[in-house]
């Protein structure tokens, strides 16, 4: 089993950046895929980025490819999402998620295992 805490949110000005960082706790941290989505209020939870456990593949929703990047350190089993140019419209809560397996995957029902989430707020 694999436990996930989130952090480093916070109130940003739009243009600036943030960067996440999710501590995974588990000794076969490494074997996960893993994944950040986002929800905004009254909105579904979407997907983010994604990326495999070794982290030689990465992907994104369209709405963040060139401005967020995802990474990881199986060492520390940690996964980051750098986020740059913020936009009003990427305040949302963001969650970081694992999935037993290899492969990435952008659908929420693919993920096992969710964080509690931590709050990003870009004023304009």
């Known amino acids: 089993q694999v436990q996930l805490a989130e952090s480093g949110g916070g109130l940003v000005q739009a243009g600036g950046s943030l960067r996440l960082s999710c501590a995974a706790s588990?000794?076969?941290?490494?074997?996960?895929?893993m994944g950040w989505f986002r929800q905004a209020p009254g909105k579904e939870r979407e997907f983010v980025a994604a990326?495999?456990?070794?982290?030689?593949?990465?992907y994104y929703a369209d709405s963040v490819r060139g401005r967020f990047t995802i990474s990881r350190d199986n060492a520390k089993n940690m996964v980051y999402l750098q986020m740059n140019s913020l936009k009003p419209e990427d305040t949302a809560a963001y969650y970081c998620?694992?999935?037993?397996?290899?492969?990435?995957?952008?659908?929420?029902?693919?993920?096992?295992?969710w964080g509690q989430g931590t709050q990003v707020t870009v004023s304009s």
């Open positions: 588990g000794r076969t941290f490494s074997s996960y895929a």
């Open positions: 990326i495999s456990w070794s982290g030689g593949k990465t």
């Open positions: 998620a694992a999935r037993r397996s290899n492969n990435i995957a952008v659908d929420i029902t693919d993920y096992d295992y």
